[in-house]
């Protein structure tokens, strides 16, 4: 019924979110009411042990559903007939949880890396789990998926993978019998050296792309024997990201902000007038997200964008009817179709909001039938849950800042203690819904404020490109001045407050002890940038093309030394006074060890006490369960001591 268009198409632009850690997701916030007891400390483990179960998916035919469970504390992916019999397990791995998976007709596909290198290898499994072969080489080559081909005569044993094979900087793609195990290329790019490929209906690769550092060229074939050649160039600012071809293969349904737009939209684009045709769906206060569409009945069937929440807009009367019908079915929880069999008779719907982690149903569309299939987290009891209310704050130069805050349940919002969370990224943006980690810190008695600084994505163009060279000052004073917005409201105490973030958010914690020294009682940085020169020097190779974008949006390393300098927390431990706890992994490519090394060694010689959790078999971010328990666990105890309430009741005795 819906099929999102990005399967079929590959961004043009960078994924420019490059220092982001995902997080879980998560009904606006009542003031709490007095009467009403905390809830009881909950255990660690409970908010970070893998889900009971996962990942629902149908099979194309309809006659199996499959999902991800845990096995020897890894995700691995489950196989069940539709109606009951006992699920086999497909896929046996020990060293990483089983990431993403669909079905390729009666075959299972999915991917992990090694030990956090984000090398991604792809597999392919029989679903009894007595064939699973690798697709793709299982060291020093990142792979993924193109086009999984659906649909497309004679390819119902083959996908389109892309990997860095070749050359370590650009992608080529490849046609992947997924039964044989047999590859071979689908272009020669060792002249071209085009960077990303987008496909029509069809399978057939019809544009490519190629960046000088700042502007890409989007190169155009009519068909695979004619040549690519020059479509147009947009700049990097610009943003014209194809999301899929028409039904017809002719034109393009474009997400773009060109002509002088702001936020994004949606439209139908003439390829061969190279202009837009038609609007397909926009807003005057937020970048436009997708498409969905119907491949049975060849409509669009729903754009959906980010504001506050999720939100969505129908394009399609019967994809309408079906949401009508089910809503009263989720009061007081978000809910979304996300996959169905090749008659798009069966479905399957999530359903949760920011205290309920989500529950998986499967709806038959011929008999209104709506099924649980399981609760991802039942131990998670969400009326002990925290809610999590969108909330805006002026900045001191006039911007709106858009954010979540989350008060902890059954407690007075008057001098709380309050953990600063800002996002990675930095082009990203937090999202209301479940959160495990912003759920511990509010069953801890915590506040947490979460932000969209300038520079998260969603806000539009301008909003975006105020962040260009301003990591450590504007896009820092946003930070503090959420800070300080709530200070003033009364609700926390301003002797108790932590800044804690992940990636870039790890950065902005260093600069917010660093540029603010008195503002923060502790900090909590999780693989965190530390020094601009060294950051970029390491970039992983793949990013190497948009090398001088990145020299635009971040600073030169020579033309703004002076800035980077100023702006690299590292360079100036000398000002830092804050307890700070670092944790990071050994094999991050993104933002490596000597990142957290050279911070560390310069606070010890500072005399500043500085905690360090290092993970060998880990990356950006720790996704192993039981590397997640001590990470957590830590920063419980490291929070305590700093801010916790044996910190308030000791300041109550002076």
Known sequence: MMKHGSTKALSLAMTIGILGLSSCGGGEQNSTSMAEQPPPAIPVKEFFKNPEKASFRISPDGQYISYRAPWNDRMNVFVQKMGGSDPVQVTHDTIRDVGGYFWKGDRILYTRDINGDENFIVFSASIDGTDVKALTPKQGVRAGILDDLDGVDGMEQHVMIQMNDRDARVFDPYLVNIVTGERKSMFDNSKDNYESWITDHAGVIRMATKTDGVNTTIFYRAGEKEPFLPYMTTGFKDSW????????????????????????????????????????????????????????????????????????????????????????????????????????????????????????????????????????????????????????????????????????????????????????????????????????????????????????????????????????????????????????????????????????????????????????????????????????????????????????????????????????????????????????????????????????????????EVEYMVKDNEGHGFHNEENRFDFYGAMEKFLEQHIGESVRSEEAKH
């Open 241 to 608: 990201s194809p999301q899929m071809f028409t039904f017809d293969n002719a034109n393009l349904i474009v997400d773009h902000n060109l002509n002088g737009r702001d936020k994004t939209a949606i439209v139908e684009w003439d390829l061969a007038g190279k202009k837009e045709i038609k609007v397909i769906a926009e807003n005057a206060d937020y970048d436009m997200g997708g498409v969905d569409y119907s491949k049975k009945r060849k409509v669009l069937t729903m754009a959906t964008w980010t504001g506050a929440k999720s939100e969505r807009m129908f394009l399609d009367k019967e994809t309408e009817a079906m949401y009508n019908k089910l809503a009263p079915k989720f009061e007081g929880r978000e809910f979304w179709i996300y996959g169905e069999d090749d008659s798009e008779t069966k479905f399957l719907v999530w359903a949760g909001n920011d205290r309920d982690p989500g529950t998986y149903y499967y709806f038959d569309s011929t008999t209104d039938r709506l099924d649980e299939l399981a609760r991802s987290r039942p131990w998670i009891d969400p009326a002990q849950m925290a809610e999590m209310t969108p909330i805006t704050y002026p900045s001191r130069d006039g911007l709106t800042i858009h954010g979540y805050l989350t008060l902890p349940k059954g407690r007075e919002a008057k001098g709380l203690p309050l953990v600063v969370n800002p996002h990675g990224g930095p082009w990203a943006r937090d999202e209301w819904g479940y959160n495990p980690e912003i759920q511990l810190l509010a069953n801890r008695g915590y506040a947490v404020l979460q932000m969209n600084f300038r520079g998260s994505t969603g806000y539009g163009r301008e909003f975006w490109t105020k962040s260009f060279k301003q990591w450590g000052k504007t896009m820092q004073d946003d930070i503090t001045d959420g800070v300080e917005f709530l200070v003033k409201s009364g609700q926390v105490d301003p002797k108790r407050v932590a800044i804690y973030g992940a990636s870039y958010g790890g950065y902005a914690t260093l600069a917010g002890i660093t540029y603010t020294p008195d503002l923060y009682a502790c900090a909590v940085d999780y693989v965190g940038v530390s020094d601009l020169f060294t950051f970029q020097r390491s970039f992983p190779p793949y990013w190497a093309p948009y090398k001088e974008m990145m020299y635009e949006m971040v600073g030169d390393p020579v033309k703004d030394s002076l800035l980077l300098d100023a702006a690299s927390p590292a360079r100036h431990a000398d000002k830092i006074k804050t307890p700070l706890f670092i944790a990071q992994g050994a094999n991050d490519p993104r933002v490596v060890k000597a990142e957290s090394d050279q911070m560390v060694a310069a606070l010890k010689a500072q005399g500043v």
